[in-house]
């Protein structure tokens, strides 16, 4: 028998591992001063990259303002309760509304955190006798939740509609035999890649096989379609993902997610998500700070417009430069470098520099 804490010790896992030699510069960095373009880092004012903040409303003078006033008003505790209890008011039900008419669907449905809420979302979805399908390359919210399902499983290679059909034909053999149903999991926008998910293809798999969609949308609320109602507008096909999600961490600089879909399966959820069922309610100065930002994404398109200007000049210059930046179609860029851990943490002249 093995005390559990040794192997702990031993082995730290494959990011722990590089701890000594990563924290504080690529791993657990310390960016200070105003959220921007540009922050302080090791008293250096360098460009910052690695933020979620694509339409610049974190430190947005009228977003501040907002943000100020509901914590004024409220404080950081109201309400208290989950949201079941004593944690439900209309400023929660307000944003709900607005989030569902905004992404086009009939309701909408408040989480506090989109990686708990994603775990949460799929366990609740799905019995022992379903099957998941879903893409490989998808985010460790989607992998975690999946893990937690009692029943069969496959996954498809990236974006590759042929995979995708063929792991639903064997989804289709099993749920024949179980009297389940299927539940495809796909991202609007795959975060590592840049790359929109095939969303229109797997619509178009839904006239040949019976299946639920669920889109994680984290990446393209706010930042693609038309209206900025994501990866489903973009490319023609909202009405066909059942159940869509979006988080407030993105494009709207804030706190907390939301799902969206059916009335019934929001009710469902609403009632079946043990996450927000036994978790203190979304505090009210972030209810309200959150519908101040969406109305400035619904309101303000040049926001939008800004940062796709600024999107197309980095991906042009980068590819100009000979950067690998892989098949992006987002604003999501990532650049490719070839090579091992150790050959990263000892890069000399260093890449944050």
């Known amino acids: 028998?093995?005390?559990?804490?040794?192997?702990?010790?031993?082995?730290?896992?494959?990011?722990?591992?590089?701890?000594?030699?990563?924290?504080?510069?690529?791993?657990?960095?310390?960016?200070?001063?105003?959220?921007?373009?540009?922050?302080?880092?090791?008293?250096?004012?360098?460009?910052?990259?690695?933020?979620?903040?694509?339409?610049g409303l974190a430190s947005h003078p009228d977003v501040i303002k907002a943000d100020a006033e509901?914590?004024?008003?409220?404080?950081?505790?109201?309400?208290?309760?989950?949201?079941?209890?004593?944690?439900?008011?209309?400023?929660?039900?307000?944003?709900?509304?607005?989030?569902?008419?905004f992404v086009r669907k009939e309701?909408?449905?408040?989480?506090?955190?989109?990686?708990?809420?994603?775990?949460?979302?799929?366990?609740?979805?799905v019995t022992k006798n379903d099957v998941i399908v879903y893409d490989v390359d998808t985010h460790a919210c989607i992998i975690d939740g999946v893990r937690l399902h009692a029943g069969?499983?496959?996954?498809?290679?990236?974006?590759?509609?042929?995979?995708?059909?063929?792991?639903?034909?064997?989804a289709v053999k099993l749920v024949e035999k179980t009297g389940g149903g299927i539940l495809v999991i796909s991202e609007g926008v795959f975060g590592m890649r840049g790359e929109q998910g095939k969303l229109k293809e797997i619509a178009a798999l839904k006239k040949k096989y019976n299946f639920r969609l669920l889109v994680d949308d984290a990446h393209g609320f706010g930042t693609l379609g038309k209206t900025g109602a994501g990866t489903g507008e973009e490319q023609g096909v909202q009405e066909d993902i059942d159940v869509y999600f979006a988080t407030f961490a993105k494009s709207m600089a804030g706190i907390g997610a939301f799902f969206a879909g059916d009335k019934d399966v929001v009710q469902y959820l609403q009632y079946n998500m043990r996450s927000q069922m036994f978790a203190k309610s979304l505090p009210m100065a972030m209810v309200k700070g959150a519908l101040k930002r969406l109305d400035m994404i619904r309101t303000m398109p040049e926001l939008k417009a800004k940062l796709w200007e600024n999107t197309n000049a980095l991906q042009n210059g980068l590819k100009d430069k000979g950067f690998d930046i892989g098949k992006t179609n987002t604003c999501v860029t990532p650049v490719y470098l070839?090579?091992?851990?150790?050959?990263?943490?000892?890069?000399?002249?260093?890449?944050?520099?």
Not at 77 to 93: C, D, F, I, Q
Not at 112 to 122: L, R
Not at 152 to 170: A, G, L, P, Q
Request: hydrophobic share 35%.
């Open 1 to 55: 028998m093995t005390d559990l804490f040794d192997r702990i010790k031993a082995d730290k896992g494959p990011l722990g591992n590089w701890a000594k030699q990563a924290e504080g510069y690529f791993v657990f960095p310390k960016l200070e001063g105003e959220i921007s373009n540009r922050m302080n880092f090791n008293g250096k004012k360098l460009l910052t990259w690695s933020i979620n903040d694509y339409l």
């Open 107 to 125: 309701a909408a449905y408040l989480v506090n955190f989109g990686y708990q809420g994603m775990v949460s979302a799929i366990d609740a979805l």
């Open 338 to 353: 070839h090579g091992d851990i150790p050959c990263l943490l000892y890069t000399s002249p260093s890449p944050r520099d």
């Open 152 to 170: 069969k499983r496959f996954v498809y290679k990236h974006n590759d509609v042929e995979s995708m059909e063929k792991n639903i034909k064997r």
């Open 70 to 101: 509901a914590a004024g008003e409220y404080g950081m505790a109201a309400p208290m309760g989950a949201r079941m209890m004593s944690g439900h008011t209309n400023y929660h039900e307000q944003l709900e509304k607005e989030c569902a008419e």
